[in-house]
């Protein structure tokens, strides 16, 4: 069965740091862009805030995360993992992980923008992990 499983949220307080897991089934990852994307409470659409391309392993950050958030690939383990530091309470939300196997990240990202799924069609979501920092 192909899917993606987000692992690793929680409620913790601000400052603290969690690190979110997106473990693929049924697909290698290698071959794919993988996106974190987070939907805030009250917001309808998500916004995008890393992700690692498939070729050269090149990331792109959201300004609003640069600096504390750090996205890497574990081939050996199928798995993309956020590390988020020094989390404040803004960043409360659910986070989604993506992949796809076509979109070529250098491109967007010299746009400064990565593509939500109203501007893109990704391959795969996962079932999204919840993020909550209490101030």
């Known amino acids: 069965q192909v899917q993606l499983v987000e692992s690793g949220g929680g409620v913790v307080e601000s400052g603290a740091s969690l690190r979110l897991s997106c473990k693929a089934s049924g697909f290698s990852l290698d071959h794919y862009a993988i996106a974190w994307f987070r939907q805030a409470p009250d917001h309808e659409e998500r916004e995008g805030v890393s992700?690692?391309?498939?070729?050269?392993?090149?990331?792109y950050y959201a300004d609003s995360v640069k600096g504390r958030f750090t996205i890497s690939r574990d081939t050996a383990d199928n798995t993309v993992y956020l590390q988020m530091n020094s989390l404040k309470s803004e960043d409360t939300a659910i986070y989604y992980c993506?992949?796809?196997?076509?979109?070529?990240?250098?491109?967007?990202?010299?746009?400064?923008?990565?593509?939500?799924?109203?501007?893109?069609?990704?391959?795969?979501w996962g079932q999204g992990a919840q993020v909550t920092v209490s101030s």
């Open positions: 992700a690692i391309s498939s070729s050269d392993n090149g990331t």
């Open positions: 993506a992949a796809d196997s076509q979109l070529i990240l250098s491109v967007w990202a010299s746009h400064g923008i990565l593509p939500t799924d109203t501007e893109y069609h990704w391959d795969y």
